[in-house]
Every structure is written in C-alpha cells, then in structure tokens.
C-alpha cells in the first residue's frame, strides 16, 4: 500500500491571513483551484482509489477538484481536519497570530505538549488523531496495492506524521515547509511507514533521522 499526502490548495484564508481552521467559508482562490487542478494532471499516472480529505472547506475543494478530474471517489474524514485553534479560529490581529505561533514555538521545544488555545487542540490531540486515521489506512489496505489520497493542511501534516512515518522527525518536519498541494508520500515496508518522498526530498532510512 501506498499513502500520498497533499497539502489543499491556496485559500481566502491564507490570503487575508486569518486562522481559518474550522468551516469558516474561505475557500479556494482562483489560483488554489489551478493549483488543484495542477495536482491532478501530477497525479494523473497513479492508480488512486480513494481520495481522503478533511472537512475544512479548502481542503475538500482541492480533493473534489482532483477527484473529478481522475475519476477518484472523495471521503470526508476529521481525522485529517487542520487543527483546532479555539477561541483564536476567524481572527487576524497580530495578537491572535502571537498567540498562535507561541503554542508552534512551545510543541516544537517539547514544551506544554499538552496545552492548546481555551477550545482547541493541544499537540498530543492532533497526533493522536492523526495516528488514529492513518492506522485506519493501514488496517483496510495493507496487503494490497492500492494508492490513496489524503488531502490535509500544514499544521496537521507537520504535528502529525513525524513519527508516524519512521524515517521522519519533528525537527524534520518543521524545517521543510509543506508547500500548497505538494505531495508526500509513504509505503508500507517491513511492518512500518516510510516517508519515500517529502515534497522535493527523499528522506534516507527507514528509522528517526
């Protein structure tokens, strides 16, 4: 089995910077939706069976995008839904953005792990939910040839495959930025996941670098 991730299209959201992580409707940008439909004719020579995407409006309009292009059938799963940022979700101050990137500084130290903004997610959350999806990949397809599709986002993609993918770490993750509708990709090999594409790198090893 093989597992390829994406990160959607560019959004409204990115666009007029505001923390968009729930079903605000930002969606697609004429340009996302190109970006969407790039992705497609990419994907075009391999043999999809499922496209899986998060619920967030961007994300389900690349995955429909690409779906109908290729004639792949899409599922909405939460687990691969950008993380909850709570009380700071529809805001675009400078306040709420340092708020935010204070929780991504602290998870990336190995601090307050288990902290999140009042109503969201905390790093342990996310990986979690992220492991819990993936395993459920794992369990319906390994042993077979089948390739899917999961369309995420950045902050859920960063926080929730380092690990997950045995080749992979946080400090990895972070330092390679996951670019609109770049792809990553995994297989399954001797009883575990191996990243063997993280958008333009091949990662060495199967172990944590």
């Known amino acids: 089995?093989?597992?390829?991730?994406?990160?959607?299209?560019?959004?409204?959201?990115?666009?007029?910077?505001?923390?968009?992580?729930?079903?605000?409707?930002?969606?697609?940008?004429?340009?996302?939706?190109?970006?969407?439909?790039?992705?497609?004719t990419r994907l075009a020579g391999i043999p999809l069976v499922r496209i899986y995407t998060s619920p967030v409006p961007r994300a389900r309009q690349t995955a429909e995008i690409v779906g109908a292009a290729l004639n792949v059938p899409v599922e909405v799963s939460e687990g691969l839904k950008e993380y909850d940022c709570g009380l700071l979700e529809g805001r675009g101050d400078e306040a709420a953005w340092a708020q935010h990137a204070q929780y991504w500084q602290d998870w990336l130290a190995g601090r307050k792990r288990d902290s999140a903004p009042e109503g969201g997610e905390s790093f342990f959350e996310i990986q979690q939910r992220v492991r819990e999806f993936v395993s459920g990949l794992v369990a319906?397809?390994?042993?077979?040839?089948?390739?899917?599709?999961?369309?995420?986002?950045?902050?859920?993609?960063?926080?929730?495959?380092?690990?997950?993918?045995?080749?992979?770490?946080?400090?990895?993750?972070?330092?390679?930025?996951?670019?609109?509708?770049?792809?990553?990709?995994?297989?399954?090999?001797?009883?575990?996941?191996?990243?063997?594409?993280?958008?333009?790198?091949?990662?060495n090893g199967d172990e944590n670098e």
């Open 140 to 203: 319906e397809y390994n042993g077979t040839p089948a390739e899917v599709l999961c369309v995420s986002h950045g902050g859920a993609l960063t926080f929730g495959l380092p690990g997950l993918l045995s080749n992979l770490d946080l400090a990895f993750a972070h330092s390679h930025d996951i670019p609109h509708v770049e792809l990553i990709s995994a297989e399954w090999r001797h009883g575990k996941l191996v990243c063997t594409r993280w958008g333009q790198l091949v990662p």
């Open 1 to 40: 089995m093989k597992i390829h991730f994406t990160r959607h299209g560019e959004s409204r959201a990115n666009t007029l910077h505001i923390i968009s992580n729930r079903d605000l409707p930002h969606h697609l940008t004429d340009n996302g939706r190109e970006q969407a439909q790039t992705l497609a």
